[in-house]
């Protein structure tokens, strides 16, 4: 009988080895291909009411994950609304990081190799989050008198005159003293403005009306594509229906369309403010 239960003693011992070794490479092998750790973002800090966190994102304070400190993924990613694109300068803080961090308009290179201030022994960029929210912080050039800012759009991400090396088309020239302003969803030129303190300039929609200048302030993920409507020029949202082309930039071939009041409840205007 004692024989026995050693046997059965043994074998217990035997099977709870190898069910721990199998948990312990189970275990090992859910690790290995597991799904990769969220990353935890980081988010601007100045704004009382907006926070744009590293993805390009911008959202409240109250809609921020708590764990990761993430913006939902919902709305328009690298968003540049209330901004003038040409200028490179917005009448928002968080929407002038969430534009700069858009990677077309900010190239990494370049900026991760400019000083954060003027002294010699001043470090460099460590990111382009680094540097799209220092930069729409504080600018020099935006402000006059030394205690007053030029105008409303005075968070800009330009890179320094001096280092920048860029030219301005006769075309983009034709919309100097204007702000080429990206609307919400839905929303009218007129009232784009109006949110702005200005009106709408609209015998200057007919220079926006191409799609080489569309192009400069919006994605155009889904082409430039002509159109028929008053909301042009404009980009398609990307939850739009499929028939809607989502993501495409749009241009109307009767100028005669062009309006300041058109809106669409899928499309995002480009207006010109002044």
């Known amino acids: 009988m004692s024989k026995s239960k050693s046997w059965l003693s043994l074998s217990w011992v035997f099977v709870i ?11 090992a092998t859910r690790k290995e291909i597991g ?9 601007t800090v100045q704004g009382r009411y907006l926070l744009s966190d590293d993805n390009g994102y911008v959202c409240d304070a109250l809609s921020l994950d708590p764990q ?4 939902p993924e919902r709305g328009d990613k690298f968003s540049c609304h209330g901004c003038n694109v040409l200028s ?7 929407f002038c990081v969430s534009c700069c961090l858009h990677p077309a308009r900010t190239q990494k290179e370049q900026v991760l190799k400019l ?13 382009v989050f680094d540097f799209c929210a220092g930069r729409c912080r504080h600018n020099s050039e935006s402000v006059v008198h030394e205690n007053a800012y030029v105008s409303d759009f005075h968070h800009c991400f330009s890179l320094p005159s001096n280092s920048s090396g860029s030219t301005i088309s006769p075309v983009e020239a034709r919309l100097n ?20 303190g200005q009106s709408c300039v609209l015998n200057k929609l007919l220079i926006l009306n191409q799609c080489d200048i569309i192009q400069k302030y919006m994605s155009c993920k889904g ?3 002509a159109s028929v409507g008053p909301d042009q020029p404009a980009e398609v949202v990307d939850d739009a229906p499929k028939n809607l082309n989502p993501g495409a930039c749009l241009y109307t071939r009767t100028q005669s369309m062009l309006s300041c009041d058109g809106s669409h409840r899928h499309t995002r205007r ?3 403010c002044a």
């Open 223 to 225: 082409a430039c594509l």
């Open 115 to 127: 000083k954060v201030a003027k002294p010699s022994t001043s470090g460099t960029y460590l990111s």
């Open 270 to 272: 480009l207006c010109p």
């Open 177 to 196: 003293g204007i702000n080429v302003v990206i609307g919400r969803q839905g929303e009218s030129c007129d009232s784009v403005c109006k949110s702005n």
């Open 17 to 27: 080895q190898i069910l721990f070794q199998s948990s312990s490479t189970i275990a």
């Open 35 to 43: 799904f990769p750790e969220r990353r935890i973002c980081r988010t």
């Open 88 to 94: 490179q300068c917005c009448n928002s803080y968080e």
């Open 68 to 71: 990761y400190r993430c913006c």
